[in-house]
Each structure stands twice: as C-alpha cells, then as structure tokens.
C-alpha cells in the first residue's frame, strides 16, 4: 500500500514539483545574476538564494530537523564540510545555513544553464580538478572573498555518496582551513538521500536532518596535521548520518 501512495505521489512531483522548482531556479538565477551585477551579490545570496531552498523543500514538502546551531559564532568565518548525498543537501545549505558563504564547487557545473553563471556572478567559486594550477590560483581567489564573517563551504568527498557510507575525504578543504587559518566546521546533512537518491529521479516526502558539530579550531589542525584533522571531521560527520 505504501508503495502505491508513493507511486501516485511521483504524479504531483512530475506535474508540480519538477516544472515549479526548474522554473523557480531559472527565475532564481537571472535575478541573482542581475542583483549581482549590480553589486549586491550579498543581498542575493541572503533574501534571494536562501528562500528558494526553502520553498523547494517546502513544496516536496522535507521537514528539517537542525541541531547544533549553538556552536556557531556570530561575523566568524569558517571552512564549512559537509557530506553529499543528493541535490537536496544543496537546498538544506542554501535554505539552512546562518552564515553567508562561497561554495567551493567542480568546474563542471559552470555549465549548467543559468545556475552556473548565477554562482559565478555570486562570487563561489569554481575548481578545475584536473588542472593544478588553475585549482591553486581559484583557492587564492577564495581567501579575497573571505570577508566580514563569510565562510567557504566544500563536500569534501567531491561527488556525492550513497546512504551512511562517506566516500573518502579530499585535503582542499583543509589546506585551506590552515592556509586561512580558520576553524573548521563539520556539518552532517541525513536523510536527503531517502528524499532524492544520488542518479534518482523519484522524490519521497520525508524528514532531513542538519546537524552542525562542534568546531575543529586551528590550533588542533596546525598541532594535529591534516590528515589526523581529516579523520576527526569524518568521525564527527559520519556519527549524525
């Protein structure tokens, strides 16, 4: 029987939810792109991107559930890593996050029509993987943004995973944690992948869960070394999955 009900509601999601939220995005971007270009890429960010994750999730309908949110400080900049199970760990950060941020994301979402000159005109940035020198100038660019408490955000396991399981980590997120001399964030996002799987199509109603750990500070990682810090941020992630 609950197969059924799930099989008729993909009709509200093929005729509603896809059309509504494809519209909504494009909309979505040819405003952020203008709004930027005019100089108001914060503004953007905030009033603009921050509501379409919401209302995207709403109309699915996703409840969230956040916890942890007392370990954020107010104008603190971070590098923020989270795991990446679906498309909708994008809408939960968007939607979710209390802090203006860059993403750090492939080059090859550059591509992606609208969005991908909305991002670039928003200020995240991009990074070509197979070219080092370009992936080395784009993290120097980042450390510019990095302004009056805004926070670099990566999926450090650089494609998205399936279920509990965390692919493994890459270091650019906490290169430049150590560059900046900033704390890192560790941030576990659960339950998206049973709303949209990784390379599915069908979308289930259901509950996410966005949790924010505590901060990893840069002392432990100049102390500890990447590679021990790398380990503590995927135990604190993979425990709230």
């Given at each position: 029987?609950?197969?059924?009900w799930l ?5 509200y999601?093929?005729?509603?939810v ?5 519209t909504?995005t494009?909309?979505v ?6 709004l930027s270009i ?7 960010g905030?009033?603009?991107a921050?509501p379409?994750?919401?209302i ?8 969230l ?5 007392e370990h954020?400080?107010p ?5 923020v890593?989270a ?8 809408l939960?950060?968007?939607g979710?996050?209390?802090l ?5 994301m ?8 609208f ?17 080092r020198?370009?992936s080395i ?17 990566f999926?450090p396991?650089g494609t998205r995973?399936?279920?509990?399981q965390l ?6 997120a906490?290169r430049?944690?150590?560059?900046l001399?900033l704390?890192l ?15 599915g199509?069908?979308i ?6 966005l949790?924010?750990?505590?901060p990893?500070?840069i002392?432990?990682i100049n ?15 993979a425990?709230?999955?």
């Open positions: 029987m609950k197969s059924f099989y008729l509601f993909q009709i999601v093929w005729l509603f896809y059309p509504f939220s494809w909504l494009a909309v971007a040819i405003i952020i792109s203008v005019l100089g108001a890429a914060e503004f953007a905030r009033y603009v921050r379409w994750g919401k995207i999730l709403w109309v699915t309908p996703v409840k559930q956040i916890e942890g949110i954020l400080e104008n603190q900049s971070y590098v890593i795991n990446h199970q679906s498309t909708y760990d994008i939960v950060l968007y979710y996050l209390p203006d941020f860059k993403w750090v492939k080059i090859e979402l550059r591509k992606v029509p969005i991908g000159f909305a991002c670039e005109k928003m200020g995240h940035i991009y990074v070509d993987r197979r070219n020198q370009a100038k784009a993290m120097q660019e980042a450390k510019q943004k990095l302004v009056d408490g805004t926070s670099l955000v999926f396991e995973s399936h279920g509990k692919k493994t980590f890459k270091k650019g906490f430049m944690a150590q560059d001399q704390p964030l560790p941030t576990s996002i659960s339950g998206a992948d049973e709303v949209l799987p990784s390379g199509l069908m289930t109603p259901g509950k996410i869960k949790t924010f750990h505590a990893i500070d002392q432990t102390e500890s070394g990447i590679d021990a810090v790398m380990s503590q941020a995927r135990e604190s992630i425990s709230a999955i």
